[in-house]
């Protein structure tokens, strides 16, 4: 550990949480909840759950078509239900026996560092199962880089999307991204125009059945602004922002008020919930829509995802100074 000063992160070892903190930010760790449990800023909230890997999206008229949802159904499972099963926590690069009670009583909560990674495994309920590890790594300033890593499986069916799903707390009042203009997919990129971009509000595609919709390729960064908080005595209405960019190959998003599994469950726009949250996937992997001859025809290998294989991808999460 390193002697205090300004330049190193506080460290709180916890029974099943490890707390880091620094100037103006503090975020919680869970090995209970398996993830990053509370991430704040300016004392703003910026997490409604802990994050987990996603695999799922909501069902498009073209997967209904070509029977994509009855080949994969098991990846919904997957995303619902995923259980992490190891952590490893390193403080300064140096691993650390795991610092759940009673070994953290060693600890006196003065520890200092110059930065500290935790590493989740999770394991999938597919069968067969597969693995997912995501590390995340806290730098003196706040930023949290985050490593994703699927290790393909033999014997799985092709993947929906791979990636990271963050539930916010309260509805943003609009996002801006440096990548495509509109609603791209991987083999519906052609029209997209690089550029930078601000999105008023979470707008849901309306589509006459609610499905997958506002997907963004090849992203570079994205920053979503939010007003409010679920703290009734935080009165103070200015605005907030947090960033999300990619570390290496650009990454794929969307931020709408439902997850996957909201959209799935409605027939009709009025039959959603009310728009409360924001939810961010950030992905390392999306299957293309189809349809190319008929509103039924599979997508093309080429924009599929292949179970079998690795992916990787990486991005950062970083506070936006005002």
Known sequence: MNAINNQTLQLIFGDVTLGVSGEDFHYIFSYQTGGLESLSVAGKE???RTPKPTFW????????GNGFSYKSGMWLGADLFIKCSNVVVAVDGKKVEKPIAPTNNKYTGKEHAESVSLCFTYITNTVPAAE?????TVQVDGTIEVKVHYYGKEGLPSLPVFGMRFI???KAVGYTYEGLSGETYPDRMAGGVPGTYHIEGLPVTPYMVPQDCNVHMATKKLTVTRATTLNNADTDKTTFSLQFEALGEPFTFSCIPYTAEELENATHHEELPLPRRTVVSILGK????????SWGADVMPQ?????TQDISYAFSIKRVLI
Not at 57 to 64: E, G, I, L
Not at 132 to 136: G, L, N
Not at 303 to 307: G, N, S
């Open 132 to 136: 997912v590890e995501v590390t995340y």
């Open 46 to 48: 910026w997490l409604y």
């Open 303 to 307: 924009y599929q995802i292949d179970a």
């Open 57 to 64: 999206r909501a069902t498009t008229d073209n997967d209904r």
């Open 286 to 293: 999306v299957r293309g829509v189809g349809g190319i001859d």
């Open 168 to 170: 916010m707390p309260t």
